[in-house]
């Protein structure tokens, strides 16, 4: 995701060397949603929330949706405004990496539903899986250190 942003910020700099466009409203709505996308994949993946996790795909289907409206309609523009063809351009490849990060988002998720499933689907205790310092017991996931260590041989 970090590609995504700073793909978009390239894109947002050119951006700003020139007149605003209007059509920069296409974006904000995209913005937004990808943005709660990452919030709630992040949350369900470290919650372990097999529901929250299930139901970004809807919401990716949605982005994907505004991705198609907005380039649509910005073909649209470069039709009518030749002039502004770079500006317009610009604006696609912001939305289509505003898209990326919601398909990112998704497969967040899908991990997180996966880890539910492994876990039993509780939905606290998801942030003892990232911390090798955790007890062993404390997740029902083995951890590759867990294995490293049950294996070694001690010398006597």
Known sequence: M???????????????????????????????????????SVDAYVQEDVELGRALKARDKALD????????????????????LRGYLNLMFIARHLERVGDHAT???EDAVYAGRRSGGHSAPGISNLCLKCDSTS?????????IGSSRKTSA
Do not use: C
């Open 2 to 40: 970090g590609d995504q942003a700073v793909s978009i910020a390239r894109k947002a700099r050119k951006l700003n060397r020139h007149p605003a466009l209007s059509e920069v409203e296409l974006i904000t709505p995209m913005r937004e949603h990808a943005m709660r996308m990452f919030k709630d």
């Open 139 to 147: 997740s029902p996931i083995e951890r590759p250190m867990d294995r």
């Open 107 to 109: 497969n967040i998720a």
């Open 65 to 84: 949706e505004m991705n198609a409206v907005a380039s649509r309609r910005l073909i649209e523009q470069m039709a009518q405004d030749p002039d502004q």
